[in-house]
């Protein structure tokens, strides 16, 4: 849909109807800049002086103080949502703003949205990317500490919705000692990998990691993809192996011809298995550890939906989603980590749903079952703290799949707009934030649900 209303004549008819005309999303290109530069670092926390280094080092632009006064382009534009003209050329725009606001303990500290955002904003590029550093509210005590931190959610949030051409607004809350995991999130944050990442809030805890390799931060690791014939799950299994994975590809004996195809194009294996049987676990473990030594990452993305009305739902319509959706990966889950096959220093993704935080009508069975997900990353998380391995969830809003494209052109399109970036994402958005969770660098994020949905009208 963003490729017809790009077109002359779509552009065209969407101004004539009064569709808005999404922008063509920034999305990661293995070996392209991180970012579009200039990059402006301010708000003078503990943070600000190692990001802005670490972004010198990569050979991006960084300044530290922008001039409000500095005469623009004739007939500029910004990401603001000013309404401004959108042909002219950007070079002299900011390419993203990272605002340190770690060591705000007032309210009167968050001025500094006003007096430091305000004005950038105004001067940001196509596709920019706002990136908000805190600290952590959970690690504060004074009540005043903790509301100055807790009230930069609401603000984030609220500037996501005010961007406009692609560009987006997320918060990053840090422990005191949090600086890898502050700079994998921004890595991620400023990154084309989260295009549809949008009014998010990442906490990172103090624990270190590093990727070996910037271009495959995933290189040597063996990565189970379950529900990988097609859609979003094949999708996981290419990114995964484009950035260095081995991957066994997991999905039901039906999907096999489908399955051997996304294998052989990346050079993984394939197996053949339904999730919900009951020797699911010890053959995806045999599996990987005959043909590749070990299981370093997880992904449960095998799912399905049975939608009905809860009225007219019948037994089987709920236990089937309940079983893939939910019990397959306590099943998995159990099997992995009680024989031994993962390493410490594991990941394990799941994939949720904006149905599981927000509900949907018709909807009660999924939505409970990605609900239940959440639940296993909240509860493992902690309990595979100790043992280095990471838990999280992502939670995709509407994403462009043969799915949905069956749904009526009319609920199709309004799925597609009610969010910030005022389209759908695309399974590779996906599969770029599950990726980012595995990597070795995002150590310092575990127990997290990041929704992949353009900052959805939907739920929180």
Not at 120 to 126: E, K, Q, T
Not at 271 to 283: K, N, P, S
Not at 347 to 371: D, F, M
Not at 416 to 433: F, K
Request: proline share 4%; charged share 20%.
């Amino acid at each position: 849909m963003t490729d017809l209303f790009s077109t002359i004549i779509g552009s065209s008819v969407a101004r004539r109807v009064g569709v808005p005309q999404p922008t063509r999303l920034r999305r990661y290109d293995p070996g392209a800049p991180l970012c579009e530069a200039p990059v402006l670092v301010a708000g003078g926390g503990r943070f600000a002086d190692g990001i802005a280094g670490w972004l010198d080092g990569l050979g991006i632009t960084t300044i530290r103080a922008f001039d409000p006064q500095a005469p623009e382009p004739d007939g500029s534009h910004g990401a603001d949502g000013s309404g401004r003209s959108d042909d002219d050329d950007t070079a002299a725009r900011l390419g993203a703003v990272v605002l340190d606001l770690s060591e705000a303990r007032d309210p009167g500290d968050l001025d500094a949205l006003r007096v430091i955002g305000a004005p950038a904003l105004r001067s940001l590029a196509r596709n920019a990317r706002v990136v908000v550093v805190g600290t952590d509210p959970s690690t504060l005590t004074e009540v005043s500490h903790v509301a100055t931190q807790r009230a930069l959610e609401g603000a984030v949030r609220s500037i996501g919705k005010e961007l406009r051409h692609g560009a987006t607004a997320n918060l990053v809350l840090a422990h005191r000692d949090s600086s890898d995991g502050v700079r994998s999130a921004a890595e991620f944050l400023l990154s084309g990998r989260s295009a549809y990442v949008d009014g998010q809030v990442i906490r990172v805890d103090d624990r270190a990691g590093a990727n070996p390799d910037a271009v495959r931060p995933l290189a040597g690791k063996v990565a189970v993809v379950t529900g990988a014939a097609r859609g979003i799950g094949a999708e996981i299994a290419r990114v995964m192996a484009r950035d260095g994975a081995t991957v066994v590809a997991v999905d039901v004996p039906t999907a096999g011809d489908s399955l051997a195809a996304v294998a052989n194009e990346i050079r993984g294996t394939a197996l053949q298995v339904d999730v919900t049987a009951a020797e699911a676990g010890r053959r995806i473990v045999d599996h990987a550890l005959s043909r590749h030594g070990a299981i370093d990452i997880v992904v449960h993305n095998a799912g399905i939906t049975r939608d009905k009305l809860l009225v007219n739902i019948d037994e089987s319509r709920w236990g089937s989603v309940m079983a893939v959706n939910l019990r397959s990966i306590l099943q998995l889950n159990e099997a992995i980590l009680e024989r031994g096959a993962m390493p410490d220093d594991g990941r394990i993704v799941c994939v949720a749903s904006i149905a599981g935080i927000a509900g949907n009508r018709g909807q009660t069975n999924y939505g409970a079952s990605k609900a239940g997900v959440i639940g296993v990353v909240d509860a493992l998380s902690t309990q595979l703290r100790p043992r280095r391995i990471t838990v999280n969830a992502v939670a995709p809003g509407f994403i462009e799949t043969d799915m949905t494209a069956r749904i009526p052109f009319a609920t199709r399109e309004f799925g597609r707009r009610m969010n910030s970036l005022q389209q759908g994402g695309t399974p590779r958005d996906v599969a770029e934030t599950i990726a980012w969770l595995a990597q070795p660098g995002a150590a310092a994020v575990t127990g997290q649900v990041v929704r992949v949905c353009g900052q959805s009208l939907l739920g929180a």
